[in-house]
């Protein structure tokens, strides 16, 4: 396994630009997650991907928020007129049914909002 | 709802001292539990896991038994190197819309370092 990457490992911004994460998968994992960890806490779940299909997402996935897996492969996660509370570790993760769903996550994007 | 409380941080320790880091859970249904560490710079990485009651977990000479009469999955070390200095999250599994889908809820994690 190569791992679960993701870039940009850090992003500063300032209020109101737009930002855009990439999570490259294990190659073979068809289910594709996104978690958010702010500062103190534990990662909060966004959403998740089968393949292409995104198949749920949380509550906490605010309109400006979008995540999109075209190909079943990447993942982009997308914020929009970023706010200072949007200031997080962007966490990805994978899994496979043919490794009993355990994830692998990668290190995490942070963004700062300035 | 579905929450995970962990004992607060940090917690520091003597190199092979015995760990306890206290883990206590709500959720309706029955989870899946999990204890995930966080090394400095890498990913999160499962450390243990036990899916019905009385199971135990255990890796690495961690071990953590599923109690549900005290909704709680307490991890456990008895004698802790350097090498175990990071950050480790108690969680559990909801089900989600898909079967299998792993829809973890964190608890806040324990800071832990090891003093030689």
């Known amino acids: 396994d190569t791992g679960v990457s993701q870039n940009p490992r850090h992003k500063i911004t300032k209020r109101g630009q737009n930002v855009t994460f990439r999570c490259d998968p294990i190659?073979?994992?068809?289910?594709l997650y996104w978690y958010r960890q702010t500062l103190g806490q534990g990662p909060e779940f966004l959403t998740y991907?089968?393949?292409?299909?995104?198949?749920?997402k949380s509550r906490l996935l605010s309109d400006r928020f979008s995540a999109e897996r075209p190909k079943g492969s990447f993942s982009t996660l997308e914020i929009q007129r970023t706010e200072q509370g949007d200031s997080a570790m962007y966490l990805c993760a994978s899994s496979s049914p043919s490794r009993n769903e355990k994830l692998f996550f990668g290190s995490g994007t942070q963004l700062s909002v300035l | 709802g579905n929450s995970v409380t962990q004992m607060e941080g940090p917690v520091t320790l003597s190199e092979e001292a015995f760990l306890t880091i206290n883990c206590t859970y709500t959720?309706?249904?029955?989870?899946?539990l999990f204890w995930y560490v966080q090394y400095p710079g890498e990913g999160l990485q499962l450390l243990l896991k036990a899916t019905k009651a009385d199971d135990k977990g255990s890796n690495k000479g961690f071990e953590a038994t599923y109690r549900k009469e005290t909704t709680s999955f307490h991890l456990e070390k008895g004698s802790v190197q350097v090498s175990d200095s990071a950050v480790y999250f108690c969680a559990l599994i909801v089900g989600g819309k898909i079967q299998g889908a792993q829809k973890l809820v964190f608890g806040q994690g324990t800071r832990l370092t090891i003093n030689p």
């Open positions: 190659s073979e994992h068809n289910r």
């Open positions: 959720a309706t249904g029955y989870p899946s």
């Open positions: 991907f089968q393949n292409e299909a995104q198949l749920e």
